[in-house]
């Protein structure tokens, strides 16, 4: 074929009609979407590729849909193994078409457990059925996908400056029926500043491991409960580029998803496992680009529907982004067992922060997992010099995000003077409001809190609350005047108070 989007003129109606009657024969619904022809039956669902070639695809060849069917096969086992079956050849004629019969095949399709309805999470989420327990299992399983993905080649040029403009710009031009003049010029320039600015970082990225094969379609359509546990299916097939991408691209999109349907709360309770469980920080410069660009593809898709509304709303969600409320730094402050880590998910959830917790982050530095026994591995991690590189472990980050123009909490004890004059200095260099969110507890409730705790990232125990409040500095009276306590630690400052 000679033309982008050309096709023998027989090959839509002869895939429509192949598709109708295997539905018949097979007794089965059928769903047509812009590439594809799904078919559900019982217990299976199977998924035949459109003859179409497009600027992004080629399925117009048997062999180009079969190798697309092996692709999106090997794609998807690895965050939905249980969903992903195998890739059957359809036989017979177009008349009397097989599934898996006879004779040379005639087209092919992927072979897929059908899920009930109501499982996916946008279905959830609509219903007031997505809760905190599939977002955390949803953060663990991106997680430990992302860490093990395979890494691309320094010389690949993936997830580059011009390629990520071009598809910014299109996905804008997409959604183009739903942005006024004034506010496709106010994205258009914000997009194109962006990619400049971004463009030394993203190529740091790349040569850094940090671009992998991900899955490049994250949204909430493409997440899923099944029997309790969380998949996600549906990844980009048909376009290397698309899914050879930086992690932090790909865990923007449900991000996104979440903020963009009016859950921010859960769309930061994931940002913030994701980044806990990885450790990807570094990558938060690019987030909001992401965030934004995902928003259009969205905007874009739900155009090409013919859903305005919904587009709308996408597009909205990216403007969000683009017009971000200016950042700050909350420091938390109290004795082990008096609530920080609780106070600041609550925090982080209700302002849309990025936390950064001591007890992570140390074990990180010594090379141990969260709920890692520090004890059993024979380390000492607890010393004043590992102290010392958290904390400054803890500022560096902070400083990223608050460049990226995220809010942060730092989730350490600071029980000691210099220690929140260090994170004091660190407000004033990034020029931003800082404040200190107080914690206390009685003494039986801080033991018994300790006694009890289980699984988690700090291994505090009664030894350390007593060693802590011998060496602990109280706030000085200039402290006080910037401190909340944990009940009051809702709204977060709007402005730099008085000489800070």
């Keep these: 074929m000679s033309e982008a989007g050309a096709r023998p003129p027989d090959a839509s109606a002869r895939s429509a009609a192949l598709a109708h009657a295997l539905a018949t024969r097979l007794g089965a619904s059928l769903i047509e979407t812009h590439i594809s022809w799904v078919l559900l039956t019982g217990d299976r669902a199977y998924k035949l590729k459109k003859p179409l070639r497009l600027p992004f695809l080629d399925y117009s060849t048997l062999a180009a849909r ?85 890494v ?17 710009a299109a996905a804008l031009a997409g959604a183009a029926p739903v942005v006024s003049t004034e506010e496709a010029a106010l994205l258009s320039g914000w997009l194109r500043a962006q990619a400049q600015r971004l463009a030394p ?24 409960v099944v029997d309790g546990d969380v998949s996600a299916f549906d990844g980009i097939e048909f376009d290397p580029a698309l899914r050879w991408i930086d992690v932090i691209d790909d865990i923007a999109f449900p991000v996104m998803d979440l903020r963009a349907r009016g ?32 928003a259009l593809v969205r905007a874009q898709v739900e155009c090409l529907r013919g859903h305005e509304a919904s587009a709308r709303r996408y597009v909205e969600a990216a403007l969000r982004w683009v017009r971000r409320a200016p950042p700050w730094l909350a420091l938390m402050h109290g004795l082990p067992g008096s609530g ?20 992570v982050e140390r074990k990180r530095l010594f090379g141990l997992p969260a709920s ?7 380390r000492d991690i607890y010393g004043e010099e590992a102290t010392r590189r958290t904390y400054d472990t803890l500022f560096a980050l902070a400083h990223t995000a608050l460049e990226a123009g995220f809010p942060v909490i730092l989730d350490a004890a600071f029980l000691r003077r210099h220690e929140r004059e260090a994170a004091a200095a660190l407000a004033r260099r990034a020029r931003v409001p800082w404040r200190i969110v107080h914690c206390e507890a009685p003494d039986e409730v801080l033991r018994e809190r300790l006694r009890a705790r289980r699984g988690d990232a700090s291994e505090a125990d009664e030894g350390t609350l007593a060693a802590l409040r011998g060496a602990q500095e109280p706030l000085g009276e200039d402290e006080w005047l910037r401190t909340e306590v944990a009940s009051q630690a809702l709204a977060p400052p709007t402005a730099p108070p008085a000489g800070s």
């Design 66 to 150: 079969q190798r697309c069917c092996e692709e999106e096969l090997r794609i998807n086992r690895r965050l939905a193994p249980s969903l992903y079956l195998d890739v059957v050849a359809v036989t017979g004629g177009v008349d009397a078409p097989a599934m898996g019969g006879a004779g040379p095949a005639i087209d092919w399709a992927v072979r897929m457990r059908r899920f009930p309805e109501g499982a996916l999470f946008d279905e959830r989420l609509r219903d007031g059925r997505l809760g905190e327990t599939e977002v955390d299992a949803c953060a663990a399983l991106l997680s430990r996908f992302h860490l093990e993905a395979p």
């Design 201 to 224: 970082h993203w190529a740091e990225r790349l040569r850094t491991g940090h671009v992998r094969e991900c899955h490049g379609d994250l949204h909430l359509a493409n997440l899923i």
């Design 340 to 359: 920080k880590s609780f106070v600041s998910q609550g925090l982080l959830q209700a302002q849309g922060a990025i936390r950064l917790r001591s007890d």
């Design 372 to 378: 890692a026994d520090s004890r059993a591995s024979g």
């Design 263 to 294: 859950r921010a709360d859960l769309a930061f309770r994931l940002l913030n496992a994701w980044l806990d469980a990885t450790g990807e920080h570094a990558g938060l410069p690019g987030l909001r680009h992401a965030l934004v660009y995902r």
């Design 152 to 168: 691309a080649r320094a010389n690949s040029g993936f997830a580059g400056a011009p390629h990520r403009a071009a598809l910014a």
